[in-house]
């Protein structure tokens, strides 16, 4: 009896602890991922840059979808939270006037995964209390309306929604392809690099051409288990003859790059927010000099 009570003691003890630890994993999961190279703390140095403005475009499709197979479940996506948020608050906080614009304009759809515990940063948060920026995003503008001539800088953000309608628009390439006639500082983000690859340059030439870039890498749709979507930026990308570079981890979800290309700034994926704005923040900069 006394050692059947003592294996009893060691399942329940055992079971508790084990409890306690499952429980402050998921407390701690936001914190753990942050540890793995998810969002990593990335500080930007103060600037001020009152009276420069900064375009942030984002998507509108809002269906993950896999268009070769219709009769397959659909879920709902959009921009990846953090790819608007944080370049969205580094030029704000930096002293710019901040527009949020879209393929199609209206709301824009922001996948819901990127806005909950716990994938959301810490600027998700603060951009769902801001009655400023939600106004925005309810009504972002139609890229058909954009005036460039207003900015000096254009920020493609990404998310699963911009494999279906950023390298197709036509509008958006010739946004781009005036951002750059324009010498306006122009930057992405994962999927955002897809509004690169059918911009001109001044000489008719394509953008990316020969130029140093990057954005999600094939590696990190197939750890996804995605690669059904329309358009993977490392492909894209690489047809267009860029130089493609990348960093790489266990899980590229977990990698980060960032690289400047003359008046190109362009980040790898949701970790590169941070340090891309930083970029475009300094090149902002050195222009205003």
Known sequence: MRQRNTRLNVFIYGFIALT???GVAVLNAPKILNLLGFHRHYEIPPFDLRGKRALVVTTS???LQDLDNPEKA??????AGSEMTIPYYAFLDAG???DLASIKGGEIPVDPI?????????EDYRFQKDTAAMNKLKSSIPIADIQL???D???????WGAAYDFEQSKRLAELVTEANARKLVIGSVCHGALGLVNAKDVDGSILVKGRKVTGVTNKQLKDFGIFFTPRHPETELRKANAMFESKTEWLDFFATHVVVDGNLVTGQNQNSSGEASHRILEMVSQ???
């Open 74 to 79: 659909t879920k709902p996506t959009g921009v």
């Open 149 to 151: 001539e207003k900015y």
């Open 61 to 63: 499709h809002n269906t």
């Open 287 to 289: 222009k205003a000099k």
């Open 114 to 122: 990127t806005f909950k515990w716990p994938i959301a940063a810490g």
């Open 153 to 159: 800088v254009i920020f493609l953000s990404g998310g």
């Open 96 to 98: 710019l006037e901040v």
């Open 20 to 22: 306690v630890i499952a």
